[in-house]
């Protein structure tokens, strides 16, 4: 298995859909496709190179990382930005198996 194609969606949460973290924070979460830790890192690219791809704001370009459980290195992509409730819900409809936005 080529470890370094090992892909997981990502989420970027900003505005009313942060509003149970600290706004300063500007993290891209995502489960590690090695181990299923929920993990998140900082994100890194600017909010302009987001482009709307069916219906979501979304960077299809990804970022690289390394989970902080298991080590392994994998690629957050596509990662979508959700600004409020109203997105986050159709996120988990279109993402339903990925369950990276908590319902509570
Ligand atoms: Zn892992």
């Known amino acids: 298995m080529d470890r370094r194609n090992v892909v997981t969606v990502g989420v970027r949460r900003t505005g009313w859909a942060a509003l149970d973290r600290d706004p300063q924070q500007d993290t891209v979460e995502f ?10 890192k900082n994100a890194r690219r600017e909010r302009a190179l987001y482009h709307f791809t069916d219906g979501f704001l979304q960077d299809l370009q990804g970022e690289v990382t390394q ?3 298991c080590k392994q290195s994998l690629r957050v992509v596509p990662i979508v930005m959700l600004h409020d409730q ?8 279109v993402f339903s ?3 990276l936005v908590t319902s509570n």
């Open 86 to 93: 109203d997105e986050t819900r159709r996120f988990e409809a």
């Open 67 to 69: 989970c902080h459980s």
């Open 31 to 40: 489960i590690c496709p090695h181990c299923g830790a929920r993990d998140k």
């Open 97 to 99: 198996d990925e369950q």
